[in-house]
């Protein structure tokens, strides 16, 4: 397991990156260009700029999250060959500076959904809460205009130039079913992993952001089933997923350590954290502590370790505690406790793997 931390880069991130290199077992950060548009091409001398600030402080940026796809890709609409070509030009040059996998995700419209950035947990902390009656009756525009309540820091999939046509994506996705977004994905994949490939990275598509249909919007990486189709849609190792406790997580159906043994040798990247849940369908994340939510996070990690895996893993999100100001989930506290969490399962498990073969 080789542990990355999420970094949103220099005057955009609370956390520096001398704050992360004092957390143990770091290896590198997981970046984007956040200013950049959806669609357009990553200039080299940008992403070259992010590794040299990276390497003066001994990190690797071998991990990129994300890469946005452009909602006319999403649509399956003439225009998304342009924006195909683009994403081509940017693998090419993420891989001359040794990037290995590229996160990105599928989902309409929306990146994930909470109805709370700051809500209170019982000592005192808070954390990203979802409230389903609320999404149920809500208008997706007086959720936009909560998210864009949290002026100070940019929230991805939630950027305001993309976000003022929001009327305008919920007419395009109108008639666009599952089996439209899964005929949209194959034509996107089939494109996109030969290069990825020639360029030695390793696409991991992230699941949906709860793992179900909302605001009537298709959703298709919601459970196990479904990523194992999308690994047969184009059957090659560098088509791989990012696979999401948190998100995955939040459906009790979702048996994530089967996934985790199922799709080990698919999994270049992996995002660890707990939620926990509630009858009526609200959830909210909590510690990466297993008894602190409703996932099996020890099961989790024993299960990665079982398979020997060498992929790369962040904790994902966390509380915000002791009064931090940061990004809502992206706070330096919370998330250096659960790379320690992490870490004290993964070795207790070496210890016992050496204790048997001694």
């Known amino acids: ?72 890709i999403k649509l399956g609409l003439p225009t998304r060959d342009v924006y195909i ?81 929001l009327s305008r994506f919920f007419e395009a996705y109108k008639h666009v079913t599952e089996e439209d977004l899964w005929n949209n994905l194959q034509y996107f994949l089939e494109q996109i992993i030969p290069v990825a490939e020639i360029n030695d990275i390793k696409m991991a598509i992230h699941p949906d952001d709860p793992p179900w249909s909302i605001f009537g919007l298709p959703r298709i990486m919601t459970n196990q089933a479904n990523i194992r189709r999308l690994l047969k849609l184009v059957d090659n190792p560098y088509n791989g997923v990012t696979l999401c406790s948190g998100s995955l997580g939040v459906n009790p159906d979702n048996d994530i350590i089967a996934m985790v043994r199922e799709f080990a040798d698919r999994i270049p990247f992996a995002h660890i954290r707990n939620v926990r849940l509630y009858e009526n369908g609200d959830f909210i994340e909590t510690s990466h502590r297993a008894s602190d939510g409703t996932v099996d996070i020890c099961g989790i990690v024993k299960a990665y370790h079982e398979n020997g895996f060498t992929g790369y893993a962040r904790p994902d999100h966390g509380r915000h505690l002791w009064n931090e100001q940061c990004r809502p989930g992206y706070g330096l506290y919370d998330r250096a406790l659960g790379i320690m969490y992490l870490w004290g399962v993964w070795d207790s498990l070496e210890r016992s793997k050496q204790e048997v073969t001694s």
């Open 1 to 72: 397991m080789r542990m990355v931390f999420r970094w949103y880069g220099e005057g955009n991130d609370t956390v520096t990156l001398p704050q992360i290199k004092q957390i143990p077992g770091v290896e590198g950060i997981v970046w984007a260009l956040h200013d950049l548009p959806a669609g357009e091409v990553w200039p080299l001398d940008r992403i070259i700029e992010v590794k040299e600030l990276a390497d003066k402080h001994g990190f690797h940026v071998e991990v990129v999250e994300s890469v946005n796809i452009h909602e006319d």
């Open 85 to 165: 070509a683009n994403y081509k030009k940017t693998i090419e040059h993420l891989g001359k500076i040794g990037v290995k996998v590229i996160c990105y995700n599928f989902m309409p419209v929306f990146d994930w959904i909470r109805t709370d950035l700051f809500k209170e947990l019982e000592d005192g902390s808070t954390a990203l809460f979802y409230e389903k009656a609320k999404v149920d009756s809500m208008d997706p525009m007086e959720l936009v205009g909560k998210i864009a309540a949290n002026p100070d820091f940019t929230m991805p999939g939630w950027e305001p130039a993309r976000l003022k046509h």
